[in-house]
């Protein structure tokens, strides 16, 4: 059975994957259209490695099917791989080659000649910011700067479709902000790309789409957008001047907000879901005052996708978890 819609760069169907009594997926579903980034969101243990193995041919599933540029990765699993390029949570590089040869072998290893293989391995190295360290042996290399050779080295080949695997995990700001450049330039040349992440800002930077996955299963998908509708309303923030004034002000945002506050002693914050806005932050700072409670900053804003991954879990985005090793 070959994938039937060439628009779509990326489909699983219903995959699953035990170990002994671990359920790692259960039934997932997925699809990224040519061209689109996909952002699977979860904690750890989510699923979210398992279901990357499986689609970059890595691990069998115990049952389901998928397509990755239009290949079976069960009956066609060498197109697959000559159609990738991944970038696991640890940086693949060979410590004792320099930055360059790393880059250079990848080349060499896809089939590119000699003096193609130079030309992408400089190219990508000025790319990543590892032009002066390209001829050191990268086992000198800090975290980051791995990271970098290593997501350089996923890109060697120009694939059509690119397997990012938490990809900015170790990396600083400017690393962060650097990576999602060559994200967003990679899509705005066609490539179509599969982030897992737990940085939920990052998904909301780069991903067209956004698919939660907990516990093995999908359990909601859509847009920013679309998911921060989903639970409605606008979260209310309160930052007060005296740290015994925190249970009060949580007591009045319990009053008018929707469910429980959350409460942060360390910044003297309390904050709540709203469907009222404007009315119930007014209403909030007239209780406040009345109880001589100073408040020093005010917020009323969005949801943000922490808010929509707390109220679909149960539980935030950067939560440890237990998944199974393939």
Do not use: C
């Amino acid at each position: 059975m070959s994938q039937p819609d060439h628009r779509v760069a990326v489909r699983a169907q219903a995959l699953v994957k035990t170990y002994g009594s671990t359920r790692a997926l259960d039934g997932v579903d997925l699809e990224i259209r040519s061209g689109k980034v996909l952002g699977l969101l979860g904690p750890n243990g989510a699923g979210k490695t398992t279901t990357v193995r499986i689609l970059t041919t890595l691990l069998q599933p115990d049952s389901g099917q998928a397509w990755v540029a239009g290949h079976d990765v069960l009956a066609d699993p060498d197109a697959v791989r000559r159609s990738i390029g991944l970038s696991g949570q640890y940086a693949a590089v060979d410590e004792n080659l320099t930055g360059f040869e790393n880059l250079y072998m990848v080349g060499r290893l896809y089939g590119k000649n000699k003096t193609a293989a130079k030309a992408r391995a400089r190219e990508l190295l000025a790319r990543f910011r590892l032009e002066e360290a390209a001829d050191r042996p990268s086992k000198g290399y800090s975290g980051g700067m791995r990271r970098r050779l290593d997501l350089a080295g996923a890109l060697v080949a120009e694939p059509t479709v690119v397997v990012l695997d938490e990809p900015t995990t170790g990396l600083d700001p400017r690393g962060r902000l650097e990576t999602w450049a060559v994200i967003k330039e990679l899509v705005a040349d066609g490539t179509t790309v599969l982030l897992t992440t737990q940085y939920l800002e990052e998904a909301d930077q780069l991903a067209d789409d956004i698919m939660v996955i907990d516990k093995g299963k999908v359990i909601a998908q859509g847009t920013a957008d679309e998911l921060k509708g989903q639970i409605g309303g606008e979260r209310l923030e309160l930052v007060v001047a005296a740290p015994e004034d925190l249970d009060a002000t949580a007591s009045v945002l319990a009053d008018i907000g929707i469910g429980e506050p959350a409460v942060d002693r360390h910044t003297r914050k309390a904050d709540v879901l709203v469907d009222t806005g404007p009315k119930a932050l007014i209403e909030a700072l007239r209780r406040l005052d009345a109880d001589n409670i100073v408040v020093q900053d005010v917020a009323l804003h969005r949801p943000t996708l922490d808010d929509v991954f707390l109220s679909l879990t149960g539980h935030a985005s950067t939560e440890e978890g237990q998944e199974a090793p393939a």
